[in-house]
């Protein structure tokens, strides 16, 4: 099946320093990628839908300017997370979405996730 | 808005004995899906549901989907240490179209050997 890759795995950073996460695509392109945070003990939650080549589309509630995301290339998103905070500290998992199916009307969603990434900010 | 909600929360549960996770969801979606999380891990596939009805089994692992009771089920047999874990089911969210998925809570399962 198809691979996407995260990196860096684990940061740990100082609060006020900004922090770029990666997610790559490995043998797919992909025009989507979705962003989400992961809370210890708590569910996905999705944070952005990111696209290549527009603007990243927020959930309600997350801070845009503090969540920089960046899908330059059709195997590239990033995330970044600007002067980050102690609260910021979280699970942050990425994935890209591909449609598989080959009968009509079966086609269906199947996410591929990343191994994610552990951000903790001191 | 779409949500999904799973129980039991957590779950322990003796080598051999059989348990069932409950899957509901609040709109009409013909896709759902299983994933199994291990601690420090991100999520493996375990199975897509796609239609009324569907039944789909892997191992000790049974899921099914019940589209008019907007309803899944995880059954699991005769169950091992090595499905400790924290399963989640995700449904297609009809907002974002068809690549959107919308997680329920996550069910941990503790299996005492």
């Known amino acids: 099946g198809a691979v996407v890759s995260q990196h860096p795995s684990w940061v740990i950073c100082k609060s006020g320093t900004s922090v770029k996460i990666e997610c790559r695509s490995l043998?797919?392109?992909?025009?989507?990628m979705f962003w989400y945070r992961q809370f210890p003990k708590q569910s996905l939650m999705l944070m952005a839908t990111?696209?290549?080549?527009?603007?990243?589309?927020?959930e309600q509630g997350v801070e845009k300017d503090k969540f920089l995301i960046n899908h330059a290339s059709l195997t590239l998103s990033t995330l970044t997370v600007t002067s980050a905070h102690p609260e910021d500290s979280s699970f942050y998992i990425c994935?890209?979405?591909?449609?598989?199916?080959?009968?009509?009307?079966?086609?269906?969603?199947?996410?591929?996730f990343g191994p994610g990434t552990r951000l903790t900010v001191l | 808005e779409l949500k999904v909600e799973q129980n039991p929360l957590f779950l322990s549960m003796q080598e051999g004995k059989n348990y069932t996770i409950y899957c509901n969801y609040s709109?009409?979606?013909?896709?759902l899906y299983w994933y199994r999380q291990d601690p420090g891990k991100s999520l493996e596939s375990l199975f897509v549901?796609?239609?009324?009805?569907a039944v789909k089994q892997e191992g000790r692992l049974m899921a099914s989907l019940d589209t008019k009771a907007r309803l899944s089920t995880l059954h699991i047999t005769a169950a091992v240490h090595d499905l400790s874990a924290t399963y989640f089911c995700?449904?297609?969210?009809?907002?974002?179209?068809?690549?959107?998925?919308?997680f329920g809570i996550g069910t941990k399962l503790q299996v005492i050997p």
């Open positions: 994935s890209a979405p591909q449609i598989s199916g080959s009968i009509p009307g079966s086609a269906y969603n199947e996410q591929f």
């Open positions: 043998d797919f392109q992909a025009t989507t």
């Open positions: 990111s696209n290549e080549g527009s603007k990243a589309t927020y």
């Open positions: 709109t009409t979606s013909d896709r």
């Open positions: 549901l796609l239609s009324n009805g």
């Open positions: 995700a449904v297609d969210n009809p907002s974002g179209g068809y690549q959107k998925v919308t």
